[in-house]
C-alpha cells in the first residue's frame, strides 16, 4: 500500500496570504495524484486531478504541482471559504489518502 | 446534475449487518464506477473499494474482504454496500462516490452515518 504523508498537520494563514501543502508518497505514484477540499459535515471535493489539472468550477487560485513522489497545492490568496482540510489521493496503486492539512485562520 | 442520494443513518449492534443504497441521477448510471469511502470520526478517508455499474466487477480493500459486498440495480440507477460482522471500528460516515480516469472521485454522495454500538 502505499502510503501518503502531508505537512504541515495544520496551516494558520490570513485572508489573502498565500497557502502551501504538502504532500509524499512513500514510492512514486508518477503523476497520479488529485487534491480534495473537505469542510465539516460535507463530503469532500475534487479540486486537482493527475497532480496539475483543475477539476471542473475550481478557481484558478488553487494549482498543483510535482511528480513521483512529492507533490504541492498552492492557494494562491486565500478566500474566506477556503479554510477547509485538505486531503491528497492517489490512484497509481491501490486508491489511499493522505491524513489531511488543516488550513485554518491565523 | 449529478445526484448521489444515500440513505439514512444506522445504528446497528456488533456482529450485525448494515445496507447502505445510493441512488444516482443526471448522468448515464453504466457509463462509471462507484465508489465508496469511509471517515471515522474526526479522522480521514478510507477507500473501502469499487464496482462498475457496467458489468458489475468489484475490487474491495483487503483488509474488508470477506466482510464487504458492494452491488448495483442498474434499472434504479442504484448502489448498494453491505458490510458484515459489523464492529465498533467501523463506526464512520459511508460515502458512495462517482469514480473517474481510474481512481478519483468527482461526485459524492451526502454521506450516511452508520454506529455500532452495543
Known amino acids: 500500500e502505499i502510503v501518503l504523508t502531508q505537512s504541515p498537520a495544520t496551516l494558520s494563514l490570513s485572508p489573502g496570504e498565500r497557502a502551501t501543502l504538502s504532500c509524499r508518497a512513500s514510492?512514486?505514484?508518477?503523476?497520479?495524484l488529485a487534491w480534495y477540499q473537505q469542510k465539516p459535515g460535507q463530503a469532500p471535493r475534487l479540486l486537482i486531478y493527475?497532480?496539475?489539472n483543475r477539476a471542473t468550477g475550481i478557481p484558478a487560485r488553487f494549482s498543483g504541482s510535482g511528480s513521483g513522489t512529492d507533490f504541492t497545492l498552492t492557494i494562491s490568496s486565500l478566500e474566506p471559504e477556503d479554510f477547509a482540510v485538505y486531503y491528497c489521493?492517489?490512484?497509481?496503486?491501490?486508491?489511499?489518502f493522505g491524513p489531511g492539512t488543516k488550513v485554518d485562520i491565523k | 446534475q449529478v445526484q448521489l442520494v444515500q440513505s439514512g443513518a444506522e445504528v446497528k449492534k456488533p456482529g450485525a449487518s448494515v445496507k447502505v443504497s445510493c441512488k444516482a441521477s443526471?448522468?448515464?448510471?453504466?457509463?462509471?464506477?462507484i465508489s465508496w469511502v469511509r471517515q471515522a470520526p474526526g479522522q480521514g478517508l478510507e477507500w473501502m473499494g469499487w464496482?462498475?455499474?457496467?458489468?458489475?466487477?468489484?475490487n474491495y480493500a483487503q483488509k474488508l474482504q470477506g466482510r464487504v459486498t458492494m452491488t448495483t440495480d442498474t434499472s434504479t440507477s442504484t448502489a448498494y454496500m453491505e458490510l458484515r460482522s459489523l464492529r465498533s471500528d467501523d463506526t464512520a460516515v459511508y460515502y458512495c462516490?462517482?469514480?473517474?480516469?481510474?481512481?478519483?472521485?468527482?461526485?459524492w454522495g451526502q454521506g450516511t452515518l452508520v454506529t455500532v454500538s452495543s
Open positions: 462516490a462517482r469514480e473517474i480516469m481510474g481512481g478519483y472521485i468527482d461526485y
Open positions: 443526471g448522468y448515464t448510471f453504466t457509463s462509471y464506477g
Open positions: 464496482i462498475s455499474a457496467y458489468n458489475g466487477n468489484t
Open positions: 514510492q512514486s505514484v508518477s503523476s497520479y
Open positions: 493527475d497532480a496539475s
Open positions: 489521493q492517489q490512484r497509481s496503486n491501490w486508491p489511499t
